[in-house]
């Protein structure tokens, strides 16, 4: 047999940690084959030991039952390496290619364990294998009363260890336990595997190292009147008389049915327990428990030793003593854990009181350890869900013997085969399972970058061409059988007689219609509840919006309002980070009417995406709404209704267009599907705006190409989304009054300058956008619409130039000075105005995440044009 | 250079000290045979961080050298102990106990981190159980028991009386309650006094006193009975040293031999 040096003082402990750890890191080098082969050799070695460490253990503690120390040290062998040998404990232990990750396990280096008196030699076998299945060193810390049973059983393991290939001194031994030694090891070790009563463990926790200890128990077992009498007095007795009541999860109490409770009471002397009567039952417990602690003397003893030892005469084969008792209180010895085959009996007035009674036994003695109950488990699950939900015990155990159930894989095959049971932050423990080869690994986590799944989401249908909203319209009545229809507009559009061109369609339909043409520009909550009214009463089946971005936008919040009045603009608008990932889930649309936007400008893009503005009146603030639940069911894009669109609009919404495309371009979030649609928009956009400006009316084909452009502009930023020159222009608008088109336009430049940078201060955030690559990307937008140039710098400068011309064929102003903002106005408002532009959601998708002096700089740039100089 | 002051009467003689009464002082003079001068000054500077914090305690005078003994003057206090009202009126018992409890939770309820600690104190008197001029010795076994049990106690800084008994409190005539004896004071969990007081009645063979207190304090306190009786058996290992028949002694080693749950 393998011998040690004596280990007694610190310093001599000292000296064994270093060989300990240096047989560790060798072993640390070990492969799985290795590993497994040492696991098995030194399992099968321990298993033959069983009867001798069982026998030693016994003589040595004077505690327990030979035979049952036998099955223990057997179980922690046998069921141990049948659960844990196919494990992975090495190197790499999962592994997900199309995920992109890897766990690898690492062993935690040297383990003190800490082993208690009642079970000596199985928790030392336990605990080394566990060591050894890991390629952990080990120290283990014996109790004084069971020093020699527990070193024997290490070293068996250890030998066999060696013998299978491991190095020498993995396993090392306290062997002159003493108070400084095991807190000494408990400070020096990597991780603590505490094994004992609250002392130990709690030594084990305030050591600072890691630790996984476990708690007391104080196990009830409440008897259902629907439960099988003889199935639960048995199971009682079987974990109760095992290794004398020694196992902690073992039944201290049992709570049994009032209407059982004679029938039980005869099974329990039928089958040789004992109720204690008159004065015994006091002797009993003053034996037992003495000032709410066991008496030593009486831990691990037969029923018929500890009634002897309180005076009280009964049969030598007595199995239990039972005392029947009634409070649950502390002040009750009974109701206290008893390591021994003594158990209280509590008659339960109902099942709610049984609930009580066990509850209160579980609080006072046996927080998070292990509870049981006995019943019918088909036709009483509601009483087994009851107790579930109520018992604060890490196991619940159904119908089984609670030692032997409590332990796992022998009445249960679910609960980890383990003679250390984690009670959860209630027992004061780390870890609230059966203790495994899981917690003596440090797992790391390769993660590899992964890009996230993009979409291209657009309305169901979306029809175009000039003249094409009579056909599209048809599509309500012949498609959808729609019949009763809602129509949103403003007034300008409603008295010029576009509405007419909608109904009239109709009425040739027989749908049934109504009017709202209230909406003013920036639609307000007031205004959409309005229309949310109407429309509760007039009940459509279809919403048509028809106008430019406010209608739209009105008629989309009407509809949530509509199909949804409880909901919360404040929780709809809350900023995300990731559309995905956002903590508020927009309701579902669609259950009472479908969305068909026909846009009356070229600009917004609103008939084709999943974004609303809306503004509460009381307080000024405006709600951005993003859902691809607000995206319409059908966009109508009709040219010919946009043949008369003032000067104005069309210069304000064809600029808007062109934002849309560059930021669609630029976002984080683009891809080519988005990319060659925003490509497309600006081609024509670049060549039909100047037109569609000079021209209006009279050149129909660059309303045409104006009309798509906007449309196919809105379908790239739906699903890119936009940048910072929205961010800004959102809130100089809103300050300054400035038409969104035009002040979003007045930032295009500045903002595409600054995302152009190779070398920005901080890059926008999101896995696939790996580099800074706006210039390039405006680069192949330069070479799109004809700009050359020598390098993508020189394209980008043409590109700008070209963006010049086209805002001064449509007479933009090019600065906001030159807008008419005055400088004082300006200037007092300027830092409110950058951190809420900060602010925008816009913000988040920008390739460049600007600072909020960035943000400022561009402000004043914007403001003054090229006489302003940029602070570095 | 002192003169032999005039000590007064002598109260009682106690194994390593004399109490004397002259007029308003209470003189403690202790033999130096077994009573060190540092450990005269120690317990001399303990009453005194005692008296910082503000309860009705007899005010020490003086400390001075009393030909090779030294000697500690305080206040002498007039009045009935508590121990003395109880034997007089046994049926009120409960009320005393209440009285009992009310004071002693008054002194755990002050803080200090001047005087030694408990943990300290008991860890070093359980290892003196080892040590061959304890009366009583220990196996090492139950010495590492109970170590092991008293680290896994809560260490807080609780004044602590140390010795909180009926007999330690005196009544003056215009019923104000005055708390002597604070040679034992030290900082620590308010559950180690309470087992301490606890076992004071037991040793005084008054079972029911000791349940009834236990209850009272347990409930005025907020704090679970299992905590007080955890520390029972570390206290008793402590006391084994300072009571002085075999009777008593067997008392405390039944408490003592028990495990903890598992």
Redesign the interface.
Do not use: Y
């Given at each position: 047999m393998i011998e040690q040096q004596k280990v007694s003082t610190p310093e001599e402990l000292d000296e064994l940690l270093k060989k300990v750890r240096q047989a560790q890191k060798i072993f640390a080098t070990f492969s799985q084959e290795q590993v497994d082969k040492i696991f098995y050799h030194a399992a099968l070695k321990a298993n033959e030991m069983r009867i001798p460490l069982a026998q030693e253990a016994v003589k040595e503690t004077g505690m327990g039952v030979i035979e049952d120390k036998v099955i223990k040290n057997h179980y922690a062998a046998e069921f141990v390496y049948n659960k844990y040998k196919d494990t992975p404990t090495v190197g790499v232990i999962e592994e997900n290619k199309d995920l992109g990750y890897q766990r690898i396990a690492e062993p935690l280096g040297v383990v003190a364990a800490i082993i208690?008196?009642?079970n000596p030699t199985s928790t030392a076998i336990f605990k080394t294998l566990m060591c050894l299945k890991t390629r952990n060193g080990c120290i283990i810390s014996p109790?004084?009363?069971a020093k020699n049973s527990t070193i024997h059983a290490a070293q068996i393991v250890l030998q066999a260890a060696i013998e299978a290939g491991a190095p020498e001194n993995l396993i090392g031994w306290i062997t002159d336990?003493?108070?400084v030694l095991?807190?000494t090891i408990m400070k020096e070790a990597d991780c603590i595997l505490a094994?004992?009563?609250?002392?130990?463990?709690?030594?084990a926790y305030?050591s600072g190292k890691p630790a996984i200890g476990v708690g007391?128990?104080?196990t009830p077992a409440i008897f259902d009147k629907t439960c099988d009498i003889k199935l639960a007095v048995y199971s009682v007795i079987q974990s109760k008389t095992f290794d004398n009541g020694?196992i902690?999860a073992s039944e201290q109490s049992v709570i049994v049915d009032k209407e059982i409770y004679n029938e039980v009471k005869q099974e329990f002397l039928y089958r040789g327990c004992y109720f204690l009567k008159g004065e015994e039952l006091d002797k009993v417990r003053k034996t037992v428990i003495?000032?709410?602690?066991?008496?030593?003397?009486i831990?691990g003893q037969s029923a018929y030793t500890i009634a002897k030892l309180s005076g009280v005469e009964v049969p030598e084969e007595t199995k239990i003593l039972i005392g029947e008792v009634k409070d649950c209180s502390?002040?009750e010895e009974f109701a206290?854990?008893k390591?021994s085959p003594v158990l209280a009996m509590y008659k339960a007035e109902d099942f709610e009181d049984a609930l009580n009674k066990a509850d209160e036994l579980v609080h006072?003695?046996g927080y998070g350890h292990t509870s049981a109950i006995y019943l019918n488990e088909v036709t009483e699950q509601e009483k087994l869900n009851k107790f579930a939900l109520r018992m604060k015990t890490c196991r619940i155990l159904v119908n089984s013997p609670a030692a032997q159930g409590g332990i796992g894989d022998i009445y249960n095959f679910m609960l980890a085969p383990s003679l250390t049971l984690g009670c959860g932050s209630w027992g004061g423990n780390s870890v609230s399972e059966n203790v495994g080869v899981k917690q003596l690994l440090n797992v790391k986590t390769v993660a590899v970058r992964r890009e996230n799944m993009l979409w291209f989401r657009v309305p169901e249908k979306l029809f175009f061409k000039p003249g094409c909203l009579k056909d599209a319209l048809t599509e309500l009545k012949e498609v959808y059988n729609k019949k009763r229809v809602f129509i949103v507009t403003d007034k300008f559009l409603y008295e010029s007689g576009f509405t007419k061109k909608v109904t009239s369609v109709l009425d040739a339909l027989n749908i049934e219609h109504t009017v709202y043409s209230d909406v003013a520009p920036d639609p307000t909550l007031a205004c959409a509840k309005e229309g949310a009214n109407l429309m509760l009463s007039f009940k459509p089946d279809s919403i048509i919006a028809i106008g430019g971005g406010s209608p739209m936008d009105a008629a989309k919040i009407m509809w949530v309002l509509y199909e949804h009045p409880e909901v919360n603009f404040k929780d709809m608008a809350l900023d995300f980070m990731d559309i995905r990932k956002r903590i508020y889930r927009f309701p579902k649309m669609g259950s009472k009417a479908n969305l068909v936007c026909i846009p009356t400008t070229a600009g917004t893009g609103s008939e084709v995406t999943p974004f609303a503005i809306i503004t509460d009146e009381t307080n000024g603030l405006k709600y951005p709404l993003a859902d691809y639940e607000l995206l319409p069911n059908m966009a109508i894009v009709d040219s010919d209704l946009m043949l008369n669109i003032p000067k104005g609009l069309t210069k304000a919404s064809g600029i808007d267009a062109i934002v849309h495309s560059f930021e669609a371009i630029a976002s984080i979030m683009a891809s080519p599907f988005t990319d060659g649609m925003a490509y497309e928009a600006l081609h024509l956009l670049f060549e039909n705006l100047p037109i569609a400006y000079k021209e209006g009316a009279a050149n129909p084909k660059a309303r045409e190409n104006m009309a798509h452009a906007a449309t196919i502009a809105g379908l790239a930023f739906a699903n890119a989304f936009l940048g910072i020159a929205h961010s800004l222009g959102h809130k100089l608008g809103a300050y300054h009054h400035i038409p969104h088109g035009i002040a979003v336009g007045m930032m295009l430049i500045p903002v595409m300058k600054f995302n152009a940078s190779e070398q920005p201060t901080k890059m926008g955030t999101f896995s696939q956008y790996d580099h800074p690559i706006c210039l390039s990307k405006y680069a192949r937008v330069a070479e799109y619409l004809g700009c050359t140039g020598k390098d993508d710098q020189a394209k980008f400068n043409n590109l700008l130039k070209k963006i010049v011309q086209v805002q001064e064929a449509v007479e933009m102003p090019m600065t906001i000075q030159e807008y008419g903002v005055k400088e004082e106005d300006f200037l007092k408002t300027l830092d409110e105005m950058t951190v809420e532009a900060f602010n925008d959601q816009c913000t988040g998708c920008n390739p460049r995440y600007p600072l909020i002096e960035e943000m400022k700089q561009l402000y004043l740039e914007a403001y003054y044009g090229k006489n302003y100089k940029a602070k570095k | 250079m002192f003169e032999k002051v005039d000590l007064g009467e002598l109260l009682v003689t106690r194994t390593n000290k004399k109490i004397y009464r002259n007029k308003n002082l209470l003189i403690k003079v202790f033999d130096h045979e077994k009573v060190g001068k540092s450990t005269v000054l120690f317990e001399a500077l303990n009453q005194s961080y005692v008296e910082k914090v503000g309860l009705n305690i007899p005010k020490m005078i003086a400390i001075f050298p009393y030909g090779e003994d030294w000697a500690i003057a305080s206040e002498f206090i007039e009045g009935e102990t508590l121990q003395e009202k109880m034997e007089k009126d046994p049926s009120n018992y409960k009320k005393y106990l209440e009285l009992l409890v009310k004071l002693q939770l008054e002194v755990l309820s002050k803080r200090t981190m001047e005087l030694p600690k408990l943990k300290d104190k008991l860890n070093a008197k359980i290892s003196f159980l080892g040590k061959e001029e304890s009366l009583v010795n220990l196996e090492a076994t139950t010495r590492y028991d109970l170590h092991m049990r008293l680290e896994s106690m809560p260490d807080h800084n609780k004044l602590c009386h140390g010795d909180f008994n009926p007999s330690n409190i005196v009544c003056t005539k215009d019923n104000k309650y005055y708390i002597l004896d604070w040679a034992h004071a030290c900082r620590g969990n308010a559950s180690a006094d309470a087992s301490s007081t606890y076992l004071n009645f037991i040793l005084n063979h008054n079972q029911k006193y000791a349940d009834e207190y236990l209850k009272l304090f347990c409930k005025k306190a907020d704090i679970a009975i299992q905590y007080v009786q955890r520390w029972i058996c570390v206290v008793s290992a402590t006391l084994l040293n300072s009571v002085h028949t075999e009777e008593q002694r067997e008392l405390l080693l039944r408490n003592i031999n028990v495990v903890e749950s598992m």
């Open positions: 208690p008196t009642t109790h004084p009363r336990p003493s108070m095991s807190s094994t004992g009563g609250p002392g130990m463990v709690t030594a305030s007391p128990g104080n020694m902690c003495i000032n709410g602690s066991v008496n030593a003397k831990v502390p002040f206290h854990e390591l006072h003695g | -």
